[in-house]
């Protein structure tokens, strides 16, 4: 009788100790996105070197396509040369591109602009298959890591380390979002 009132205890107490491991470990992967910034879909995305846009001015077939932002953040556009995109997010793209046509060429531009591709993502370190590959919506660190055809056996796959606009972040593996861009190096464990 005494030993099944210790056994229960015990195991209430084993109960509360998962739990508030598991409410601890949630709220350190929380904080971890917070340093990261804004999930992809809460951000106006910045355009950048590597990304591919898809231009459109209404009723000028011959000014629309797609455009590849260079090295300098600059795309090269029929007409008007060249344009800054690097750094501005679609909504001030399409604006530079609107001012740029009205000057010298139409009366009232519409232009509507789309990101086809987006900038590679970069996973390094301890994975199988180092390398850059091709972003895609909701990507997360274990995606990515997937990608690069998972851990090597001296990884520590507990953290990761992601670069952000030139911002390094220690972060936990696992479901944290990633963004085009991002520099995600795996560390050797220490033992």
């Known amino acids: 009788m005494i030993w099944q009132g210790i056994m229960r205890l015990l195991g209430a107490v084993l109960v509360v100790l998962t739990v508030s491991a598991c409410a601890e ?85 519409k232009v509507s602009a789309e990101v086809v591709n987006f900038r590679p993502i970069y996973v390094i370190g301890e994975v199988n298959k180092p390398g850059q590959y091709p972003y895609v919506s909701d990507m997360t660190v274990s995606k990515a890591v997937a990608l690069a055809n998972g851990y090597t056996y001296r990884a520590n796959e507990g953290s990761v380390m992601v670069t952000r606009n030139g911002q390094t972040f220690k972060i936990e593996a696992g479901r944290t979002p990633i963004l085009p861009g991002d520099e995600i190096r795996v560390p050797e464990r220490f033992f």
Do not use: C, M
Request: aromatic share 6%.
């Open 25 to 109: 470990s949630a709220g350190s992967l929380g904080q971890a996105q917070n340093r990261l910034g804004p999930t992809p879909q809460a951000v106006d995305y910045t355009l950048g070197s590597e990304d591919k846009i898809k231009l459109t001015v209404f009723g000028e077939e011959k000014l629309s396509g797609e455009f590849l932002v260079d090295g300098s953040g600059v795309i090269s556009l029929p007409l008007i040369g060249q344009v800054r995109a690097g750094g501005l997010t679609l909504r001030q793209f399409e604006s530079a591109v609107t001012e740029a046509l009205k000057k010298d060429y139409l009366k009232d531009p």
